[in-house]
């Protein structure tokens, strides 16, 4: 089932199911509910998982670490959707330290597959609209 075919009701509770799933990915060292949120054929499936991972890199510190090696491995993935969802969420960390994923962009603005290349270019305009300071030199 789609995300907009549930009612309100039960978005909610799949959105908190996929904070606890992903929050247990990184917290037990693996990818299984990020890999099965991040390839979802649902745009609204991905997008909560993106912004899961954003969420949890300002409300967790201790996690960031573990997160962005994560993030990096899924860049290497052989599903599109799963690089594309893995920009957007560098995306949500760059709104505030572009510098920690700066190189991320440099290469997946290269990627073979355009949703990708569409991703990182999304992803900068988000992050120039929420901080407006040039970010590239």
């Not at 290349?117 to 609209?129: D, T, Y």
């Amino acid at each position: 089932m789609r995300f907009y075919d549930l009612s309100k009701e039960e978005r909610g509770q799949l959105v908190e199911k996929i904070n606890r799933d992903i929050l247990s990915d990184l917290s037990s060292d693996k990818t299984d509910y990020i890999l099965t949120y991040f390839s979802d054929e649902d745009t609204y499936i991905r997008k909560t998982g993106y912004l899961t991972i954003g969420k949890l890199f300002y409300a967790r510190p201790e996690l960031q670490k573990q997160l962005l090696s994560t993030l990096e491995k899924l860049l290497e993935h052989d599903k599109e959707k799963v690089r594309q969802t893995a920009v957007n969420a560098f995306g949500e960390i760059g709104k505030f330290h572009f510098e920690k994923v700066q190189h991320i962009f440099d290469t997946a603005l290269f990627d073979e597959h355009h949703s990708v290349r569409n991703a990182v270019i999304g992803s900068v305009k988000k992050m120039g609209e929420k901080n407006p300071k040039p970010v590239f030199a």
